[in-house]
């Protein structure tokens, strides 16, 4: 059976002011037992959504993590590949990302010329994605291996026109990240910015590993945020995510 249409969950969610946590699992830093343990706390703890993928990732290793999570978990998988060779069809859909901060077409336009054919051929539900990377104080490994200049941390407007022009091209979702290993968030000024220029679901991960910084996230307008590799140092601080989402989300209900 069918999930209800992941763009349509987000979108409503979107109008509602409603905030959403998700997970990004990177299948080269994961082993079984720290899965095990992440879905174990995301049965107290509210998950949204599961993001798989990583930047450096070894196919049988996503496959076997997908399988993992799948046969214990009822919450979404969504692949964040880098590479068409990372498509799987045990997911639920696909961050379709074009990498519009950058200028390399095989991350623009050519991954996805390859990957068509197999998409079409899938039941992943597509959310084609403006992949926007932020400059966060250090190179990390999705701008070095895409080959591209991540947008200026201090210039929102850059970052605003970015996603403006992704969503005249039919983009259906923004996401503003910092990359694996962020020494800071993205600023709460590019997510305002971000935000008040396009009115598609925007993501926002890369660097979120206080409470302070989640919150600032989310009040700036990011629908969505992303943790990922403060939950591989500390599983626990899914707990601290989800409470903060949940908080957020209730006094938004009072409020109206």
Request: overall charge neutral; aromatic content about 6%; some cysteine.
């Amino acid at each position: 059976m069918r999930l209800t249409s992941l763009y349509d969950t987000l979108s409503n969610r979107r109008m509602h002011g409603q905030k959403s946590l998700a997970v990004l699992l990177d299948p080269d830093n994961l082993d079984e037992a720290a899965c095990r343990q992440v879905l174990e706390l995301s049965e107290q703890h509210t998950v949204d959504y599961f993001f798989v993928g990583g930047s450096l990732v070894m196919n049988s290793r996503q496959a076997a993590l997908i399988r993992f999570i799948k046969s214990r978990s009822a919450v979404p998988v969504l692949l964040f590949p880098s590479h068409s060779l990372h498509l799987d069809d045990q997911a639920d859909g696909i961050l379709l990302l074009s990498l519009i901060s950058g200028r390399n077409p095989d991350f623009l336009i050519g991954q996805h010329v390859i990957a068509a054919p197999l998409l079409r051929q899938s039941n992943l539900q597509i959310l084609p994605t403006g992949y926007m990377l932020v400059d966060t104080g250090r190179q990390t490994t999705a701008s070095y291996i895409s080959g591209t200049t991540p947008l200026p941390y201090d210039k929102p407007s850059i970052a605003a026109c970015t996603a403006m022009a992704g969503e005249q091209l039919g983009l259906r979702l923004m996401y503003l990240d910092g990359g694996s290993g962020a020494l800071y968030p993205v600023a709460a000024a590019t997510i305002r910015a971000v935000r008040q220029a396009v009115d598609v679901p925007l993501i926002v991960g890369g660097g979120i590993n206080t409470i302070e910084k989640a919150q600032a996230a989310l009040t700036a307008g990011a629908d969505v945020i992303v943790i990922g590799n403060q939950i591989e140092k500390s599983p626990e601080f899914l707990a601290d995510m989800s409470r903060v989402v949940r908080s957020f989300n209730q006094t938004q209900v009072l409020s109206k």
